[in-house]
């Protein structure tokens, strides 16, 4: 039996028509470069490839672009007191994101900010110290939840509510916070996690999900695995070669019920580079969730400038300096 969810309903970045809602497109970019963990310093962020990003997001008919803020586990973007385990948001994060964020409003891009990558703690426990840290944050010890909640969160939202409320449009908590629960992080699985989402979505200037990931999403949302955690629509990320998304009769409902949800992520789980294949899959998973009732499809990953062969390669969209076929499959879907 599918629980009650507490409903939200916002309207603010999906139009309505007298069919009802439109279906938005967009692309995942997450970090920026290859610069995972420290993207927004002065030392990796290069405002020149922002501006290209941006073009290049616009013209494949993007309406979304999802951006991850700390996505990595080690604190890169904070100057970290391990003694007395406070934390300082380093000032040029904000300043390149406002940079990033009025980029964006030039070519009238529509962000999703994610805070955190629940998989980014898979290895943690070989990091005592570390992990001791995060898991007072997420379980609300000795107000360290408090404290992040201020130092990490707060700066983000004011800046967000100041000035980029029409650019900043989601804002997704975690990143596959289930990931979270696989890899130990909580001490009452879903309590814990209710009570860390709930804090960490106080107060913010825009609507807010926490995005579930890995084989079993769909399964874990229709579990009433969210339904205490103060989130105004839901996130799903689906990997499969065929494009197919299970009980879609299920999200239909919901659907019309006044449930939104989103395709967060999505692509391929093949290791091959295919051209055709990622294709395929891509419009299917296009189809598939216009069809099941959700508002908007986000791919994994629009650019990778990573040299050489790599296995993250098959998921991008422009890659080695070139649009794939699926990247003009994006473009043309909604014309």
Aim: proline residues 1%; glycine residues 6%; charged residues 20%.
């Amino acid at each position: 039996m599918i629980l009650k969810f507490k409903i939200l309903i916002f309207c603010s970045l999906f139009l309505v028509s007298s069919k009802g809602h439109s279906f938005t497109i967009g692309y995942n970019q997450a970090w920026l470069k290859n610069h995972f963990g420290s993207q927004w310093l002065d030392s990796s962020y290069d405002q020149k490839y922002v501006e290209n990003l941006m073009v290049l997001n616009k013209d494949s008919g993007s309406g979304i672009l999802r951006m991850w803020l700390y996505e990595g586990s080690g604190l890169t973007q904070f100057t970290y007191n391990q003694a007395n385990q406070t934390i300082k948001l380093k000032p040029d994060l904000l300043k390149n994101l406002s940079h990033f964020f009025k980029t964006a409003r030039k070519y009238q891009v529509k962000v999703n900010l994610t805070f955190l990558d629940a998989n980014a703690f898979r290895g943690i426990s070989k990091r005592p110290k570390m992990k001791t840290f995060w898991w007072n944050v997420f379980n609300n010890k000795y107000g360290m939840l408090e404290h992040f909640y201020r130092e990490a969160v707060v700066p983000v939202y004011n800046l967000v509510a100041s000035d980029f409320k029409d650019v900043v449009t989601q804002i997704d908590l975690v990143n596959e916070v289930n990931g979270l629960i696989k890899y130990e992080m909580f001490e009452e699985n879903r309590k814990s996690m209710s009570s860390f989402l709930c804090k960490l979505g106080d107060r913010r200037p825009v609507k807010v999900t926490a995005s579930l990931g890995h084989a079993d999403a769909s399964e874990l949302f229709f579990s009433g695995l969210m339904s205490d955690s103060c989130l105004d629509f839901y996130d799903i990320h689906l990997y499969n070669d065929t494009g197919a998304i299970s009980q879609c009769a299920d999200f239909q409902r919901l659907s019309k019920q006044g449930y939104i949800f989103q395709l967060g992520e999505f692509g391929q789980s093949s290791e091959s580079y295919d051209d055709d294949l990622q294709a395929n899959v891509t419009s299917h998973f296009l189809r598939n969730a216009q069809s099941c009732g959700f508002r908007s499809a986000l791919a994994w990953r629009l650019d990778d400038t990573r040299n050489g062969h790599n296995t993250e390669a098959r998921y991008s969209y422009f890659s080695f300096g070139a649009p794939r076929k699926a990247y003009y499959v994006m473009r043309d879907f909604l014309h």
